[in-house]
Structure formats: structure tokens, C-alpha cells
């Protein structure tokens, strides 16, 4: 009978033992299998190097704890949750430990850049790659590399020297320094998120000319959109005259005085906040006072629907009118970031080297269509246990290339998932993580498997003294009440209720119950 795959999520907080908790479960897959060799079917990722060598360090120290028959906390905890005896687990121990350091490189235990670079240099005929490139990690000197390239060119390029010009006179009309250089290496890591990169894609055949004609064309498009507001002012006036009406006649006169300004103002108003007056009158049907004659009151019942429409016809002008004020107010840098994109593509192209940021995009685009089987076919390796730690930190595009693998995984038999995170320690929001993907994964409707998914919670905060926690609770269930996001407010009023251990410290306690202060000496 086939056993079910597994899938589980951990909403692990600070000190909760979370690197434990990864580590009892990754031995329990390897004790609990007959194969020794079952660690070559177990991917485990990090975000970082030194989490990677602690979860390995823990690993190999464990086994080899195990082997020699020490019991501790860890194996004591193993022996209860798996279905075998000391002895048995001291010899896998010792064959495991073996196999593993004997065949060293098929341990994989890494970071999630690392293991995509692996994908990566797997298809690089298939993705049009040179297989010798190189794989730069410091992707900002790049960049400042592409910035100091593209101002160099002031003065020899025309068309470049004016497109900075402008933007460096854009930035001394909004009170900044005209010194470009400092601002378009900060302005430049637009780049490097793989969140708006795939916009610059689209840009990639634009040249400098496509933007000045987009500039032109917006600006003739605003003269006409002013020149349309102020024609909707003067239909307005011709309306009611026509039928008779006075300023006068309506309510306090609001509703001709706005369209009166359009008419020789245009957009020149403060239309925002004058609108609102005018949606309320619509609203309430406020076009005249009590005291005005019948007469005057059907002259102007009849007109209504004109009047709303007007209205309805100067609100659209103004929002197109706004949209084209913002388009043009960013197509100065938009053109610039273009031509800084370009610079970096050509200083790729001639060293060929290629950004470690850019391989998600690459791998989403090409390969992750392709069946499960051939992926692996190609990595040289079929994982069946997926452990992913720091959840709350991966992409959306890492985490839409990691589905298929996991998904065949999980159709088969002892396949398994375990996701670690907290969405409050959310840090690499710069290079794309999504904290919102991991909390909706840890919420019970959200499962992109066909498989069941526990959820866990590691309530227990190990390494803080019981101070330090009762003030992290207090603070943060206090916080989750500022929040209208409903699954980050149960986030930090449920997710952070963590219980205290034994340690008690000499610290100052804040009670925000009774805002007393307790001396703990």
C-alpha cells in the first residue's frame, strides 16, 4: 500500500527552536528508511551559507552522536516518532554518517541561489547560454559599473546628454541635488527586483527616440485634455442659459461656480477636493434651496441628467488628465533606468558573467513548463523530501519554479514538504521575498498540492528570558490591532503568543495592562 505524501508548515517564531525542529525532521526521513542512501533524495534550503553549514554541522554531528550510542534530547524525541529501536537507529546512524561523507556532494543541503545556479548551468544550451559563464554575486558594483558607463557618454551622445540633462533638472525642481550620479546608483537597484525587472523586459527594443515621441505625444494629448475640461465648463454655462437659469438659482451657487472655474481655469482647480461637494449635492439632490419658486425648481429638475453627465464627462478628463501628468513625470527616469538596463546588458554580454539575481526569471520563463521528470533528468538527481527554511523570505518566482519539483514529489509514495517561517522576520522584501505567500501557505485554505497539509506552531521561545517574551507578546498583539490585513493581524496576535521557558532575567518588565513597572531583581 502506497504511504501518503506529507505537507507541513511551521510558523516558527524567534528562539522557538526552528534549526531543531528542521533537524529532527530531516533525521527522521534518513533514520527511518531502510536505504542509506536516502539522504541523495532529501533537498533541504536555506537562505544563507552559514544556515546552511549550521543545519549540516547539526546533522552530521547528530549522526555521529547517534552512532556512537549517545542519547540525547534529539534522539530520545526521534525514537518515540519513528518506528524503530536503539540498535537499529545506531547502526543506520553509523551507515548514514558513512554514505554521507563518502559521497559528500549528492548532501544536499544548500541555499536557494545555489541550487537554482545548479538548475541553471543544467540548461544552459537550452537557454542559450555559453556553459563557461560566470555567476556575479555582487550584482550592485555591476550595476554601478553600468550607471558610471552610461554618464561617461555625457557630451559624445546628443540625445543621452539631454535625456540626463532633464532628469537632472527634474531633480532640482523637486529640491534635490543635480548631481546625478549618487542618485542613479540608489535608483538603479530598481533593477535588481525581480518583482520589476520583467517590466524592463518588455522595454528591451525601445529606444531612446520611443520615449522622447511618447513624451511629445503625452504632452500634446495634456493640452488637449485641458483644452476638453474646459470646453465641458463652457457646455455647462451654455446649458443653463440657454434654459433660462441663473447662477443665483442654485444652491449656494456651488455647482455653476465649479463649472465656471473649469471653463477658464481648466485643471488649474483643486479639483479633488471641490469634487467632493459636488458628488455630495448629486447625491442628495441638492440643486436648489426650499425658497426656490417652482418654476425655477423645474427648469432645473429638467436639466439633471445634463448636469450629471457634465460632471461624469469633467471627472474622466481630470483622471486621464492626472494619469498622463504621472506618465509624463516618470518617462524621463523610466528612459533613463532603460538605458542603465542597457549598459548592463552590454558589460554582461562582453565579460560573460550573469547576475545570480536573474536566474529565477530565467528559469520561470524556460523551464518550468517542462515535466518534473526532465528537470531532474538534467540535475541528475530526483528529490523526494523537500525541507525549505525561511519561508516567509522566497520569491514568488523561486517558489512558482520549486512547485513542480515538489508537486511530483508528492504524488509519490513517502514523498514529503516541511516550510519553516515567520512572517515577522520577513528581510529580503529588496530582492523579491514575499512575506504574504508563506502566511497565506500557513493558513488552512491556501494549497497548491493535492495532498493533505498539517499546520503546526513552534510555541516555546527557548532563548529569550521571560521578560524579553511577555514584552514581544504584549508589543505585538497590540500591534495586530493597527493592522486591516486580516491574515497579518492573526499573524501577530496568534502567530506571537509564544509561551516562556524557565529563564528568568534582572531586567526592567513593562506591563501594558496596568502600565506598571516591575523591578525583577
Not at 529532527?24 to 544556515?51: G, H, R, W
Not at 514538504?417 to 521575498?433: C, E, H, M, P, T
Not at 493558513?443 to 503546526?456: A, D, I, R, V
Request: overall charge negative; proline content about 2%.
Amino acid at each position: 500500500m502506497q504511504q501518503p505524501s506529507i505537507f507541513q508548515v511551521y510558523n516558527a517564531s524567534a528562539g522557538s527552536g526552528k534549526t531543531f525542529t528542521l533537524v529532527k525532521e530531516y533525521l527522521k526521513v534518513l533514520l527511518n528508511s531502510e536505504d542509506i542512501f536516502s539522504f541523495q533524495k532529501i533537498l533541504a534550503i536555506t537562505f544563507t551559507n552559514k544556515a546552511a553549514g549550521e543545519m549540516k554541522e547539526r546533522v552530521l554531528s547528530s549522526l555521529e552522536d547517534f552512532a556512537a550510542g549517545k542519547e540525547n534530547d534529539l534522539f530520545n524525541i526521534i525514537i518515540k516518532e519513528i518506528d524503530a529501536d536503539k540498535p537499529i537507529i545506531q547502526q543506520r546512524s553509523k551507515k548514514i554518517l558513512e554514505a554521507i561523507l563518502q559521497n559528500y556532494a549528492a548532501f544536499s543541503i544548500t541555499t536557494i541561489d545555489s541550487f537554482t545556479h545548479k538548475i541553471i548551468k543544467s540548461f544552459a544550451y537550452d537557454l542559450g547560454l555559453p556553459q563557461n559563464f560566470e555567476v556575479e554575486m555582487d550584482a550592485v558594483s555591476l550595476l554601478n559599473q553600468a550607471v558610471d558607463v552610461l554618464i561617461s557618454k555625457i557630451g559624445s551622445d546628443k540625445k543621452l546628454t539631454k535625456l540626463l540633462i532633464d532628469y537632472s533638472l527634474d531633480k532640482t525642481d523637486d529640491d534635490k541635488s543635480w548631481d546625478i550620479s549618487r542618485d542613479l546608483n540608489e535608483f538603479a537597484k530598481v533593477l535588481l527586483n525581480e518583482d520589476d525587472i520583467k517590466h524592463f523586459r518588455a522595454l528591451a527594443n525601445k529606444k531612446l527616440e520611443d520615449f522622447t515621441n511618447l513624451k511629445t505625444k503625452l504632452y500634446s494629448h495634456q493640452k488637449e485634455l485641458k483644452e476638453a475640461i474646459k470646453n465641458v465648463g463652457a457646455a455647462f454655462l451654455d446649458l443653463i442659459e440657454n434654459h433660462g437659469i441663473a447662477h443665483k438659482d442654485f444652491m449656494r451657487a456651488t455647482i455653476p461656480k465649479f463649472f465656471l472655474d473649469l471653463s477658464v481655469k481648466s485643471v488649474n482647480i483643486d479639483f479633488l477636493k471641490r469634487s467632493e461637494t459636488i458628488e455630495k449635492a448629486i447625491e442628495n439632490h441638492q440643486y436648489y434651496s426650499k425658497t426656490t419658486t417652482t418654476a425655477v425648481a423645474s427648469l432645473i429638475e429638467n436639466i439633471v441628467p445634463e448636469i450629471i453627465n457634465l460632471y461624469a464627462q469633467s471627472k474622466d478628463l481630470y483622471s486621464q488628465f492626472l494619469m498622463n501628468k504621472l506618465a509624463l513625470k516618470n518617462i524621463i527616469p523610466l528612459a533613463v533606468l532603460n538605458n542603465i538596463n542597457i549598459e548592463l546588458e552590454q558589460i554582461k554580454e562582453e565579460n560573460n558573467i550573469r547576475l545570480n539575481a536573474e536566474f529565477n526569471q530565467l528559469i520561470s520563463d524556460n523551464i518550468k513548463e517542462q515535466p518534473a521528470p526532465f528537470i531532474y533528468e538534467r540535475i541528475g538527481q530526483r528529490f523526494q523530501n523537500y525541507f525549505i527554511d525561511e519561508m516567509q523570505d522566497t520569491s514568488e518566482l523561486q517558489w512558482q519554479n520549486l512547485i513542480p519539483l515538489i508537486d511530483d514529489a508528492l504524488s509519490q509514495e513517502h514523498g514529503s514538504l516541511l516550510l519553516v517561517g515567520d512572517g515577522k522576520q520577513a528581510i529580503y522584501r529588496w530582492r523579491g521575498g514575499k512575506a504574504a505567500q508563506f502566511i497565506n501557505l500557513g493558513s488552512k485554505y491556501e494549497n497548491p498540492f493535492q495532498t493533505h497539509k498539517s499546520l503546526h506552531n513552534l510555541e516555546t521561545n527557548y532563548r529569550s528570558f521571560a521578560e524579553i517574551i511577555n514584552f514581544n507578546n504584549s508589543f505585538f498583539t497590540h500591534l495586530s490591532n493597527f493592522l486591516a490585513n486580516e491574515s497579518y493581524q492573526k499573524l501577530f496576535f496568534e502567530g506571537n503568543n509564544q509561551l516562556e521557558n524557565s529563564k528568568k532575567g534582572g531586567f526592567v518588565s513593562i506591563s501594558f495592562i496596568d502600565k506598571e513597572e516591575e523591578v525583577n531583581e
